[in-house]
């Protein structure tokens, strides 16, 4: 009798996550089904892959249902923050299986890594010969990347707020609050998110493909733009694409629509014309691209290049790592010292909270800066009271430690991943830039092994394994991650 009732409490604390989790993996088995369509109809042996792939996913997603489905989903905050890691975690072993089962035939390790990359939005990848991909797989790797992309703004916008993870309650909205249901409040939200990053797709498209782009390139650099993933069907990344200047300028654009906050999108849309250019993330965010672009454009002019391509690669790949999409149309490590040093601080900003964007997001910075101004302050007035603000809501005590918090466990991942790496025999430059380009989300790293000339293929894999914890550590803002590991939250 007790064993039977230690299962059934069991069972119903985890029967919630579970079934959040069956919906999740139907989803994703729904969007299997396009590439295997597009198989199918060119008549390509990888779409028995992703057959088998959809019968495996939708296996899980039956099975996880009938078990909870009579529980009601009540989620309380330790589920959320279970739910979170474990939805990234199984939707990105999930989509790993039409790259074991299909052409590539990878190893798991190189599987895991590839699709884990693709669903954080990373955009590193160990795939060579792009090009002679199936168009199903070429097509699977942009949606996985987009299907990541909206995943992130739908966490960074009702999930982390309410978790309190980062300084993120700093962001927190009427979707924010979860309480006992699954999303109480989101719906209207929800979907007018979604139609816009659809929209915006769907423009992206458009674009690349009136620019010069097969339609293929354009719907997959369309989804792996607005995502700030950086996925291309090239191995030269964007670079395939480098004497197209017109195509650069728009790739520019949109990973910048990728990096901005899609709450600001909605309050644009329903009549707040200025909301966008007020944001103090926006107008920090602007102001970093229109001084790093301006420096290394005239660095680059300096040294010989013509001002209009310098001033496009530079837009082009400043725009890429900032808004950490990982898109490459020149090898920028070869640009000088300067450049190579520029380019591995850029690294860690990161574009804005509810977007797409992994890294720091420039809103940390931005706090830091103000406790950096207040402290001097009270240097200066040791009894004065000052109270700063942010987008004119007040830093509180939550807020400021939640930053501090998270940018000391962000560089500490940092530091011991590297460390790490570093014991597997890899170089300082690969090793720090490639612990770096994880947990910040960007992609490509330094050096001649990762940087983006090259790729992540030669990496031993237990190299692989530990970057893959890396990037779902960054995808996840650490603490959502690290709290799982602390015997108090697995008391309640």
């Given at each position: 009798?007790?064993?039977?009732?230690?299962?059934?409490?069991?069972?119903?604390?985890?029967?919630?996550?579970?079934?959040?989790?069956?919906?999740?993996?139907?989803?994703?088995?729904?969007?299997?089904?396009?590439?295997?369509?597009?198989?199918?109809?060119?008549?390509?042996?990888?779409?028995?892959?992703?057959?088998?792939?959809?019968?495996?996913?939708?296996?899980?997603?039956?099975?996880?249902?009938?078990?909870?489905?009579?529980?009601?989903?009540?989620?309380?905050?330790?589920?959320?923050?279970?739910?979170?890691?474990?939805?990234?975690?199984?939707?990105?072993?999930?989509?790993?299986?039409?790259?074991?089962?299909?052409?590539?035939?990878?190893?798991?390790?190189?599987?895991?890594?590839?699709?884990?990359?693709?669903?954080?939005?990373?955009?590193?990848?160990?795939?060579?010969?792009?090009?002679?991909?199936?168009?199903?797989?070429?097509?699977?790797?942009?949606?996985?990347?987009?299907?990541?992309?909206?995943?992130?703004?739908?966490?960074?916008?009702?999930?982390?707020?309410?978790?309190?993870?980062?300084?993120?309650?700093?962001?927190?909205?009427?979707?924010?609050?979860?309480?006992?249901?699954?999303?109480?409040?989101?719906?209207?939200?929800?979907?007018?998110?979604?139609?816009?990053?659809?929209?915006?797709?769907?423009?992206?498209?458009?674009?690349?493909?009136?620019?010069?782009?097969?339609?293929?390139?354009?719907?997959?650099?369309?989804?792996?733009?607005?995502?700030?993933?950086?996925?291309?069907?090239?191995?030269?990344?964007?670079?395939?694409?480098?004497?197209?200047?017109?195509?650069?300028?728009?790739?520019?654009?949109?990973?910048?629509?990728?990096?901005?906050?899609?709450?600001?999108?909605?309050?644009?849309?329903?009549?707040?014309?200025?909301?966008?250019?007020?944001?103090?993330?926006?107008?920090?965010?602007?102001?970093?691209?229109?001084?790093?672009?301006?420096?290394?454009?005239?660095?680059?002019?300096?040294?010989?290049?013509?001002?209009?391509?310098?001033?496009?690669?530079?837009?082009?790949?400043?725009?890429?790592?900032?808004?950490?999409?990982?898109?490459?149309?020149?090898?920028?490590?070869?640009?000088?010292?300067?450049?190579?040093?520029?380019?591995?601080?850029?690294?860690?900003?990161?574009?804005?909270?509810?977007?797409?964007?992994?890294?720091?997001?420039?809103?940390?910075?931005?706090?830091?800066?103000?406790?950096?101004?207040?402290?001097?302050?009270?240097?200066?007035?040791?009894?004065?009271?000052?109270?700063s603000r942010y987008n004119n809501q007040p830093l509180t005590d939550d807020i400021t430690r939640g930053v501090v918090a998270f940018s000391f466990f962000f560089f500490l991942t940092v530091a011991g991943l590297a460390l790490g790496l570093s014991l597997l025999g890899l170089d300082l430059t690969t090793a720090l830039s490639g612990a770096a380009t994880a947990v910040a989300n960007v992609g490509p790293g330094l050096g001649?092994?990762?940087?983006?000339?090259?790729?992540?293929?030669?990496?031993?894999?237990?190299?692989?394994?530990?970057?893959?914890?890396?990037?779902?550590?960054?995808?996840?803002?650490?603490?959502?991650?690290?709290?799982?590991?602390?015997?108090?939250?697995?008391?309640?």
């Open positions: 009798m007790a064993d039977t009732r230690r299962v059934t409490d069991t069972l119903r604390r985890w029967a919630p996550i579970l079934k959040v989790l069956a919906v999740l993996w139907l989803v994703l088995a729904i969007f299997m089904a396009i590439p295997l369509l597009v198989l199918i109809v060119e008549s390509e042996p990888d779409a028995l892959a992703f057959g088998l792939s959809i019968a495996i996913v939708l296996a899980a997603a039956t099975l996880s249902w009938i078990v909870t489905w009579r529980i009601p989903v009540s989620l309380k905050p330790w589920q959320m923050f279970v739910l979170t890691t474990l939805s990234w975690v199984t939707i990105s072993s999930f989509a790993s299986l039409p790259l074991v089962l299909g052409a590539p035939q990878l190893s798991l390790t190189n599987a895991v890594f590839e699709s884990v990359s693709a669903i954080t939005t990373t955009g590193s990848t160990i795939l060579v010969h792009i090009e002679d991909l199936s168009d199903g797989l070429k097509l699977w790797r942009g949606i996985m990347q987009w299907l990541g992309g909206i995943g992130i703004i739908v966490m960074g916008i009702a999930i982390l707020p309410f978790l309190k993870v980062g300084g993120m309650r700093l962001f927190h909205t009427e979707s924010s609050d979860w309480s006992d249901k699954v999303m109480p409040r989101t719906g209207g939200i929800a979907k007018a998110t979604l139609s816009i990053y659809c929209g915006f797709t769907l423009l992206a498209a458009m674009a690349y493909y009136l620019g010069g782009m097969s339609p293929l390139d354009a719907v997959v650099h369309a989804m792996t733009s607005l995502a700030t993933g950086g996925f291309a069907n090239s191995d030269a990344s964007f670079g395939a694409y480098a004497e197209q200047p017109q195509l650069l300028w728009m790739g520019s654009l949109f990973m910048l629509c990728g990096a901005l906050p899609f709450v600001l999108y909605i309050r644009f849309l329903r009549g707040s014309r200025m909301a966008l250019l007020r944001d103090q993330q926006v107008q920090g965010l602007l102001l970093l691209l229109l001084l790093v672009i301006l420096a290394l454009t005239i660095w680059r002019v300096s040294q010989g290049t013509p001002a209009f391509t310098s001033l496009t690669q530079v837009t082009f790949n400043v725009v890429s790592v900032v808004t950490t999409t990982g898109y490459a149309s020149d090898d920028y490590s070869a640009w000088g010292a300067t450049a190579y040093v520029a380019f591995f601080y850029l690294t860690f900003v990161g574009g804005c909270s509810g977007s797409t964007s992994g890294g720091m997001k420039i809103f940390r910075f931005q706090v830091a800066m103000l406790l950096l101004r207040d402290q001097l302050r009270y240097l200066i007035h040791a009894s004065g009271v000052f109270v001649e092994t990762i940087g983006p000339a090259g790729n992540f293929s030669s990496l031993p894999d237990a190299a692989k394994w530990l970057l893959c914890v890396g990037m779902l550590m960054g995808r996840l803002e650490i603490l959502t991650v690290l709290v799982l590991l602390t015997p108090m939250f697995w008391r309640q």
